[in-house]
Nanobody, 123 residues
Framework: VQLQASGGGLVQTGGPLRLSCAAS????????MAWFRQAPGKEREFVAA????????TYADSVKGRFTISKDNPENTVYLQMNSLKSEDTAVYYC?????????????????WGQGTQVTVSS
């Protein structure tokens, strides 16, 4: 399984940005897909996850109502639409794939990770 995150960049406070995660084979339809992020000097934290069947999603409280996770199974791609960005959203964002939704917020639930894409929110 290979994951390639892209779409990061520099954006002003309040602006939008959409991240993409291109996956190999049929990863997106066969796995739980998620986004995590890691800010400088901080631990990696959960952002959002989506189930195999695209029927369930879950979000960290800090992004709820602002971020939306989605996926395109035929294109084997997962997206993270980020709106109303804040300076505290600045981080390297990683996509991940794992087998179970039951503990989707845990780093240990994911077996495969992309390389990360930098998001910088400037005020």
């Amino acid at each position: 399984v290979q994951l390639q995150a892209s779409g990061g960049g520099l954006v002003q406070t309040g602006g939008p940005l959409r991240l993409s995660c291109a996956a190999s084979d049929r990863t997106v339809s066969n796995y739980i897909m998620a986004w995590f992020r890691q800010a400088p000097g901080k631990e990696r934290e959960f952002v959002a996850a989506i189930s195999r069947g695209n029927t369930r999603s879950t979000y960290a409280d800090s992004v709820k109502g602002r971020f939306t996770i989605s996926k395109d199974n035929p294109e084997n791609t997962v997206y993270l639409q980020m709106n109303s960005l804040k300076s505290e959203d600045t981080a390297v964002y990683y996509c991940a794939a794992g087998p179970t939704y039951r503990q989707a917020t845990l780093i240990s639930s994911y077996d495969y990770w992309g390389q990360g894409t930098q998001v910088t929110v400037s005020s």
